[in-house]
């Protein structure tokens, strides 16, 4: 099943193509299609799974030849796959969550006269995810890393007949290009130091490059990480792309896209692990996202981008342990496989609770959806407790391990970062719970034209499934250190290091804080009644509201700055370029009408205008100027 590995790529971009081909014939049978070719690239992808289980840790890791991509001269590029514990773990996360988001799908766009194409773009994106962690080369990896853009700029503008839909659509593309650049720069770095951009031969020959090459090249990939995980400075556009149908939401934070840049780095860890810089600009970038995402979802009342907020902190505390090194590795992709299961399962609650209050995200216009909703309300309630780390769900066994490891290490390093860690902790109890009651507890405030019910079991079976992996994925891949364990053949054995902080101490710190920040919310939003309409924030709330006004600071330092300068340049060469040589061909054009009036054909003028120039040579002389 190894050597099969391509299916996992070819099913679903043949059924993207197919979907996009066969029009309006496809609508009937359309989405189906695109569940079963999502389906058949979770058991290609389950079977490689077990042929590797059976292997030896030294021999998993195999290598799938595709095709000759580039030949000319001495240089030549193959086209390969590298299936590794570290890639089929991303396979199995990718398509199975991905496949029951696709059956959520059909019944969520139902009436959506355009199914077929919606599927089509979701079999597009789950390919173009699917190189991107199959790639065996950074040049592979670049392809699949660029189909997700385009994949996502679909789905998130896919209602692109709403202007403020396809402005999101856009944004997302553009401020996506802007971290592309770090990646291409990295690959230019990564070939000019290595005469290659196959992972096994940079890897194998990483220890020949200066440190100051590798920080540069670590710093370039992270610029790349930032801009497809939304970590500080490029993560406005997360917010924005909630416009997408929900679905696409939580394909793009659950198991597709936001997580590209944590894989990134991972993959790229024998380059980050000799070069300590570049390892502590990434974790103060996870660190400095995690707190700055977590604020900004305590101030927002559209559920959908209260979620993304959420998205946007637990990457960034997935990017910290990557940038603590090979202790953090596997920590990292341990929370973003349990993340993946408990983000998409409460987005795909989200839409249910959409679904059933005419498509209103304000959760002002929530509460008391417990009893109208009640499979919403238990398995969103269990990926509740999952991301607030509360044992014996599965963020606690995965967020909690990233906050011991920050506090690993000698001088500032672990108490800046372990105490942001912490506190974050504490932050996403607060924020996650605010949202938990207002939109499942409290008084109802909804309007008389809603009338919230339960969604249909398409729907609620993979909220169902999803919240299973919630409630005991994360203690299934930590008994034992079954996941670590599995992933040292990629991210090294890391060997055992004390915290600046006993790990009972940590652990009791961290459920404190998450039982304040529970209590909190509940006296604010549980008990007590939430107001219809947001009351008059004060400056913190409404920099909080505003995403630190990022947006306006971009406009400000970037696009107004680049508007004028692209208007200077336009007008300075049609002025001064075109100008002039507008201007010389106009000057010679008006000389040469000038002479032709001396090309009069008669002898006498001629005669005339020769003597005037003889007469003229003549006092020349006698006046000594000639």
């Known amino acids: 099943m190894l050597d099969l590995t391509w299916l996992l790529i070819?099913?679903?971009?043949?059924?993207?193509?197919?979907?996009?081909?066969?029009?309006?014939?496809?609508?009937?049978?359309?989405?189906?299609?695109?569940?079963?070719?999502?389906?058949?690239?979770?058991?290609?992808?389950?079977?490689?799974?077990?042929?590797?289980?059976?292997?030896?840790?030294?021999?998993?890791?195999?290598?799938?030849?595709?095709?000759?991509?580039?030949?000319?001269?001495?240089?030549?590029?193959?086209?390969?796959?590298?299936?590794?514990?570290?890639?089929?773990?991303?396979?199995?996360?990718?398509?199975?969550?991905?496949?029951?988001?696709?059956?959520?799908?059909?019944?969520?766009?139902?009436?959506?006269?355009?199914?077929?194409?919606?599927?089509?773009?979701?079999?597009?994106?789950?390919?173009?995810?699917?190189?991107?962690?199959?790639?065996?080369?950074?040049?592979?990896?670049?392809?699949?890393?660029?189909?997700?853009?385009l994949a996502s700029y679909l789905l998130i503008g896919f209602w692109n007949h709403k202007p403020e839909y396809a402005t999101a659509a856009n944004k997302a593309f553009i401020v996506n290009r802007i971290g592309d650049i770090g990646l291409i720069?990295?690959?230019?770095?990564?070939?000019?130091?290595?005469?290659?951009?196959?992972?096994?031969?940079?890897?194998?020959?990483?220890?020949?490059?200066?440190?100051?090459?590798?920080?540069?090249?670590?710093?370039?990939?992270?610029?790349?990480?930032?801009?497809?995980?939304?970590?500080?400075?490029?993560?406005?556009?997360?917010?924005?792309?909630?416009?997408?149908?929900?679905?696409?939401?939580?394909?793009?934070?659950?198991?597709?896209?936001?997580t590209a840049g944590v894989y990134l780095i991972v993959r790229s860890g024998d380059i980050f692990a000799l070069t300590e810089t570049a390892r502590v600009v990434v974790a103060a970038v996870g660190a400095l996202t995690l707190i700055m995402g977590a604020i900004i979802g305590m101030a927002k009342d559209d559920i959908k981008k209260a979620l993304a907020a959420s998205t946007m902190s637990q990457i960034g505390y997935m990017m910290l342990a990557a940038g603590l090194?090979?202790?953090?590795?596997?920590?990292?992709?341990?929370?973003?496989?349990?993340?993946?299961?408990?983000?998409?399962?409460?987005?795909?609650?989200?839409?249910?609770?959409?679904?059933?209050?005419?498509?209103?995200?304000?959760?002002?216009?929530?509460?008391?959806?417990?009893?109208?909703?009640?499979?919403?309300?238990?398995?969103?309630?269990?990926?509740?407790?999952?991301?607030l780390g509360v044992p014996p769900f599965s963020g606690f066994w995965s967020k909690d391990k990233i906050i011991e490891a920050a506090f690993v290490g000698e001088g500032w390093q672990p108490w800046v970062f372990g105490l942001t860690a912490l506190i974050g902790a504490g932050?996403?109890?607060?924020?996650?719970?605010?949202?938990?009651?207002?939109?499942?507890?409290?008084?109802?405030?909804?309007?008389?034209?809603?009338?919230?019910?339960?969604?249909?079991?398409?729907?609620?079976?993979?909220?169902?499934?999803?919240?299973?992996?919630?409630?005991?994925?994360?203690?299934?891949?930590?008994?034992?250190?079954?996941?670590?364990?599995?992933?040292?053949?990629?991210?090294?054995?890391?060997?055992?290091?004390?915290?600046?902080?006993s790990v009972p101490v940590i652990m009791t710190l961290t459920l404190v804080l998450v039982a304040f920040g529970v209590v909190v919310a509940w006296l604010q939003f549980g008990r007590s009644e939430v107001a219809k309409e947001a009351p008059a924030p004060s400056l913190g709330v409404l920099v909080a509201s505003n995403d630190f006004y990022q947006d306006s600071f971009n406009r400000a330092a970037l696009q107004r700055p680049g508007t004028h300068l692209t208007r200077t340049l336009v007008y300075a060469d049609a002025a001064v370029v075109d100008g002039a040589v507008n201007g010389t061909g106009t000057a010679l054009l008006r000389l040469g009408e000038f002479l032709r009036k001396f090309q009069s054909g008669q002898v006498r003028s001629y005669a005339a205008l020769i003597l005037i120039a003889v007469a003229g040579l003549i006092a020349g002389v006698v006046l000594g100027v000639l």
Not at 91 to 98: D, H, M, R, S
Not at 233 to 241: M, V
Not at 463 to 480: D, E, N, Q, R, Y
Request: glycine letters at 10%; hydrophobic letters at 55%.
């Open 10 to 149: 070819a099913v679903p971009l043949a059924s993207s193509f197919v979907l996009i081909l066969a029009g309006k014939r496809a609508d009937a049978w359309g989405h189906w299609m695109g569940v079963a070719a999502s389906a058949t690239a979770f058991v290609v992808g389950f079977g490689a799974f077990l042929q590797m289980l059976g292997l030896d840790a030294e021999s998993r890791e195999h290598a799938v030849h595709l095709f000759t991509w580039i030949s000319g001269g001495e240089l030549t590029v193959d086209a390969g796959l590298l299936v590794d514990p570290l890639s089929i773990s991303f396979v199995l996360l990718v398509t199975f969550v991905g496949t029951l988001i696709h059956l959520y799908s059909v019944a969520y766009m139902e009436h959506d006269p355009r199914r077929r194409i919606f599927f089509a773009y979701l079999n597009l994106f789950i390919a173009a995810m699917l190189l991107l962690v199959l790639a065996d080369s950074y040049l592979l990896l670049f392809v699949g890393w660029e189909g997700v853009g």
């Open 185 to 258: 720069v990295a690959m230019g770095l990564l070939f000019a130091n290595f005469g290659t951009l196959g992972f096994a031969e940079i890897f194998e020959s990483v220890d020949s490059v200066s440190t100051g090459q590798l920080t540069a090249i670590g710093l370039a990939l992270l610029v790349a990480a930032t801009g497809k995980s939304a970590q500080f400075p490029l993560q406005s556009w997360l917010g924005d792309a909630m416009a997408g149908p929900t679905p696409v939401s939580a394909l793009i934070h659950a198991a597709t896209m936001v």
């Open 325 to 387: 090194g090979p202790i953090g590795y596997a920590f990292a992709i341990f929370h973003l496989i349990t993340h993946g299961f408990f983000k998409a399962g409460m987005f795909l609650g989200a839409g249910s609770v959409m679904h059933a209050m005419n498509d209103s995200v304000d959760m002002r216009r929530y509460g008391a959806l417990r009893t109208a909703m009640v499979v919403t309300w238990v398995t969103f309630g269990l990926g509740w407790l999952a991301i």
């Open 427 to 501: 932050l996403t109890a607060y924020y996650m719970s605010r949202l938990f009651f207002m939109t499942f507890h409290g008084k109802a405030r909804w309007t008389d034209d809603a009338h919230p019910h339960e969604s249909p079991w398409l729907m609620t079976v993979p909220m169902i499934v999803l919240s299973v992996g919630s409630a005991l994925l994360g203690w299934f891949l930590a008994s034992g250190d079954r996941f670590t364990t599995w992933l040292e053949p990629v991210t090294g054995h890391a060997e055992h290091h004390e915290p600046v902080l």
